[in-house]
């Protein structure tokens, strides 16, 4: 296995948004952003549609979750995921993320409502866990000026 230090994983199954390119770019100040999403991977207009809302000076790299980071990737790395699942995968292949950032999971069938943004069900949870057992400390905090909270206090 891979070990490999990233500045910030965050889970947000909307990838790509404001809250990522204006809220956290700017104050992580990294270089590269990766999506880690099998969906996005295959999707060459997605793909060209995120390049457009990335800033000039950070490159964007999409990847299937659980695959080895581009060689080009350094710590100085955002990684987003749509899911708890996925931010395990990544894990798994190496990915070591200084900060794991919890920002919207949305209402979908089957999921319920902890806090305003954040809806779970039993997978979510059952991955939270893992990660947390595995040692990480998932956050969330869908902005920079929200105030963080522990997924383990909220779960």
Not at 29 to 45: C, E, F, Q, R, W
Not at 74 to 90: E, G, K, Q
Not at 102 to 130: C, I, N, Q, W
Request: hydrophobic residues 45%; aromatic residues 6%; proline residues 9%.
């Amino acid at each position: 296995m891979n070990d490999f230090p990233v500045k910030f994983l965050r889970i947000d199954d909307r990838l790509l948004h404001g809250q990522v390119i204006v809220g956290w770019l700017p104050v992580l100040g990294v270089s590269h952003l990766v999506v880690a999403n099998t969906k996005v991977a295959n999707d060459i207009l997605r793909q060209e549609m995120m390049r457009i809302s990335v800033p000039s000076g950070v490159a964007l790299h999409v990847i299937p979750p659980g695959n080895p980071l581009p060689a080009s990737v350094s710590f100085d790395t955002l990684i987003v995921v749509a899911s708890p699942r996925d931010a395990w995968l990544c894990v798994q292949d190496g990915i070591r993320p200084e900060r794991l950032n919890v920002g919207g999971m949305h209402s979908r069938p089957g999921k319920t409502e902890l806090l305003e943004a954040l809806h779970l069900d039993d997978e979510d949870r059952e991955y939270f866990t893992r990660l947390m057992e595995a040692g990480h400390v998932p956050v969330f905090q869908p902005t920079p000026q929200n105030d963080p909270v522990s997924i383990n206090d909220i779960l």
